[in-house]
């Protein structure tokens, strides 16, 4: 994947030539007035449908007052924010939302440094290597953490018997019981399912970078660390950026992992936003609007901060 | 992640959207009811919907003129897709499952007298029919009941030498050790706190130490001292002291029920359906009565569930016809598949007297002192789902706090309902 626009056509016409001369002005009248409106307009209408009238709805709900059988008993003002601002962990929910983000993406990323240029060696079997790193990725994520959770169980799980074989610990452990080591694994398992996708959008990177370059370097006595940093890294931005903020925006609102793990809990110990909405939902609907009101905005910052670097990018190359 | 599902998330939408179905008033002159009923089953061959095709077949033969569509829904999704039937203003006429009293605030519901005839009502068995009410009018119509008895496992006390079951804390408390110190089992007393039921284990906890969730008038005490002392006992002598799970509040009832039948656990409170699941583990096992703070309980929790019958669709003559056959005719059938206990007069004093149901026993002996959650109160469906997020951490954190916040959420669900 690759933020730089492909040149367009009418470049590539111009540096031929002769194309502009032979454009015809046909009368232009029914369909052809709309222009590409007839093509574009089911993609309109489906995100009209699918993600304008959701955020719509979502935002109407988290001013309602609905009672717990479901029932809209008409306005409630700003009430549900403040209930859900109020909510004694929600603190602690927004804390853990930060860390679990900016840990899990940060591990992920020089983890995936390092594989992507491990994979851009060549070695024999890197093929099969290739695809087998594909198989987190492939596996439903779903899949993957009912597969930790199971192997981290107390009393059938894996992990317990070899450490208690091993000797490295002398009682089965409740590894997913309690927040400080529940955190750690479930972020384990988000940089063990987001490194597939990083991986490849780095080694994509790596591999636009013409070996004319390291040449040169070579031939300028560059040693390994200094080519490292002074060429391949910087010439890596682009798909660097990539990786940090699709990261960022699908580790923000990672929701199976956590939940498949530990729900949650216990309480909302080990909630981040996205699971203290759905937790919401059983109690209040509408203050569950309102956090999923809070998540989008956030969400929107990320995104504008993604155009914002991706812009500055361009100019810069 | 496809790139559809990759947007819906990065939109914060999941689960947020509702879906509604059409309405189908039968253009033959036959009258449709739409029966919603909760799955009791835990496989293809108990399903609960082979129960109701077999009562709506033999209704349907006295009633030609009345269809009625059963839609059965697992446990884990009924209460949301009923929910949306009720946001949609697509509600069904007749619903079986676990609360009632939320929908009466609304004032969806039919009372029981418009709906059932007197004798129906009068076969109920009195506590669970006032357990139905809601300021003194009864709405909630029970369906199945159970009462909860303390189950241990004959030869892991055995080998421990506790001689007889517990019938204090302190008692409880002495033959964990034992079993613990003997190696006996892994879990000497299973205390699951979890989401699933912490409503369930909690109340029966504070019912032995004379506490409980409301007062005598109804006004909600999550936190009384009792309350509080009953989960500072629960810390230092079960869980501070490795006796039961590491984790109480992170552990649900059907891994307790699983590790008991499995022969890994050594006393838990339990309903009847751990019957079987023991009796197929090849677990000996007893009953005795819950073990209170200084003697056993005089009064266990009791648990319902209920059919109710919604006002909107308007089917008031079919829907008291279908469910004064039901009620005469398809309870026993019920429980007997189930296991479950009855609710109504005659299935109870059959199964009583039948032979049959033996193992039940020990529970009928519970069930006229049984206590109820507060159901007929509409704020109490918020509260319990509260409870289950959060109130087992009373037995790791300061049970004050934990139950403090409880009420103060309790008191907030109350002034709003």
Known sequence: MSVKAPSSPAESRGRGGSGGRRVRHRPRGGLARLGPLPWIAPVILLILAVVVYPIVELVRTSFLNISIAGKVRGSAGTDKFKKLF???????????????????????????????QLFNQRFPGRRVARWA??????????????????MLNQTAGVLNTLLIDLGLIDKSKDWLGEPGTAWPWMMFVAVFVSLPFTTYTLLAGLQTISQDVYE???????????????????????????????????????????????????????????????????TD????????????????????????????NEEDA | MTGAAALAMAL???????????????????????????????????????YWRDVVKDFQKKNPDIKVDVQVINWNEIDKQVKTMIQSGNVPDLLQTGGYADKVADDLLYKADEVTSD??????????????????????????????????????LKEAGVKAPPKTWDELAAAAKKIKDKKAADTPYALPLGPEETQGESMIWELGNGGGYTDSGGTYQ?????????????????????????????????????????????????????????????VDYGVTTIPGKDGPLKSTLGVADWMMAFKDPGHQAEVKKFLDFTYANKMLKF??????????????????????????????????????????????DVISAEMKKSGGKAAQEDPKKVLGDLQKKAEDAVANK
């Open chain 1, 86 to 116: 109020e909510e004694t962990d929600f603190g602690h929910v927004l804390l853990w939302t930060v860390l679990w983000t900016v840990v899990v993406v940060c591990v992920t990323m020089v983890l995936s440094l390092g594989l992507a």
């Open chain 2, 335 to 380: 429980d007997e598949m189930y296991n479950f206990m009855p609710v109504t007069q005659d299935v109870r004093k059959e199964m009583e007297s039948s032979g049959e149901h033996k193992d039940l026993e020990p529970f009928f002996a519970e069930l006229d002192n049984a206590k109820f959650y507060p159901l007929g109160d509409p704020a109490w």
């Open chain 2, 222 to 282: 999550l936190d009384s001292a009792k309350n509080v002392e009953t989960f500072k006992w629960l810390q230092d002598n079960l869980v501070k002291p490795g006796l039961t799970y590491s984790n109480p509040a992170t552990t649900d009832r059907k891994t307790a029920f699983a590790d008991f039948a499995a022969g890994k656990a050594g006393m838990l409170n339990g309903h009847p359906s751990l019957i079987q699941m023991a009796k197929s583990g090849k």
């Open chain 1, 285 to 312: 609907i509408a203050e569950s609007a309102a956090m999923s009101v809070v998540n989008f905005a956030m969400v929107v910052v990320l995104v504008l901060i993604f155009l914002k670097v991706s812009r500055w």
């Open chain 1, 133 to 150: 790193l594909i198989a987190p990725w492939a596996a439903s994520v779903l899949m993957t953490a009912i597969g930790f959770k199971w």
């Open chain 2, 12 to 50: 914060g939408l999941t689960g947020l959207t509702g879906c509604g179905s059409s309405d189908d008033e039968g253009s033959d002159g036959k009258t449709t009811l739409k029966l919603v009923a909760a799955d009791y089953g835990d496989k293809a061959s108990n399903a609960s919907k082979i």
């Open chain 2, 119 to 156: 004798k129906t009502r009068a076969n109920l068995i009195p506590s669970f029919a006032k357990a139905g009410e809601v300021d003194g009018t009864q709405y909630g119509i029970p369906w199945v009941s159970s009462t909860r008895v303390l189950f241990y496992n004959k030869k892991i």
């Open chain 1, 216 to 282: 040169a370097a070579r031939i300028d006595g560059a040693g390994p660390w200094q080519t490292y940093w002074g060429i391949t890294l910087p010439l890596l931005r682009p798909a660097f950026l990539v990786g940090v903020v699709i990261n960022l925006i699908n580790v923000f609102n990672s929701f199976p992992i956590i939940w498949a793990m530990t729900q949650g809990g216990p309480g909302s110990d080990t909630a981040t936003s996205t699971v203290f909405m759905y937790k919401l939902k059983e």
